[in-house]
Each structure stands twice: as C-alpha cells, then as structure tokens.
C-alpha cells in the first residue's frame, strides 16, 4: 500500500524557518518523483518544489526560489522541504505527491504551516 505522510508543520513568525517531512512507503522510491503543493484558504492549490530522487534534479515556485530547499534521504525514503525567510503568504496546507510520469497518482494528508507577521 503506497502511503505518504508529511510531518513537521506547525507555526511560526516571519522570517523564520521550519522543515516539513514527507515519509513515504509501498513503491520503489527511486524510481518516482515526489512533489510538494500547498493550498492556502480560498486559494488553488499550487506546486511548490519536485524532486527526482535517483538523480536529484529538483524544481521549484518562482515565488519560493531562493528561500526552500527540497532533498530527499534515498535510505529513509523521505524527503524534506526546508523552508527559510518565510512570509504570512507562505501559510497553507502543504502536501506531498508521489508522480507517476507527469501525474500525481497519491498523495498525504497534509500539515499545516502558518506563519504570522
């Protein structure tokens, strides 16, 4: 069973940082890319950060270039997004997706990071 669990939300003032991890079980977790996304209240949900875990290529929001940092620990089947420098526009829901070619097929539950000014 494919599951994925993000953990490490919680809140904090701007201009500080916090980690948010994605475990995950059930696939080959090289052989998939996993995305995180948020969703902010009232808004859509967007595409944060993505990472290729056998060869490390990563992407990310022009909104948060610069300030995250997506890596992934190939042992522990897990990857992180480290987020620094962050702003109220930063709090929402994140969420991490496994991909399948160009599709996300599962994803977690979320964790909550909110940021206060």
């Known amino acids: 069973e494919v599951q994925l669990v993000e953990s490490g939300g919680g809140l904090v003032q701007a201009g500080g940082s916090l980690r948010v991890s994605c475990s995950t079980s059930?696939?080959?977790?090289?052989?998939?890319?996993i995305g995180w996304f948020r969703q902010a209240p009232g808004k859509e949900r967007e595409g944060v950060s993505c990472?290729?875990?056998?060869?490390?290529?990563?992407d990310y929001l022009d909104s948060v270039k610069g300030r995250f940092t997506i890596s992934s620990d190939n042992a522990k089947n897990t990857v992180y997004l480290q987020m620094t420098n962050l702003t109220p526009e930063d709090t929402a829901v994140y969420y991490c997706?496994?991909?399948?070619?160009?599709?996300?097929?599962?994803w977690g539950q979320g964790t909550q990071v909110t940021v206060s000014s």
């Open positions: 997706a496994k991909f399948d070619s160009f599709f996300t097929d599962y």
């Open positions: 059930g696939f080959t977790f090289d052989d998939y890319a």
């Open positions: 990472i290729s875990p056998s060869d490390g290529a990563v």
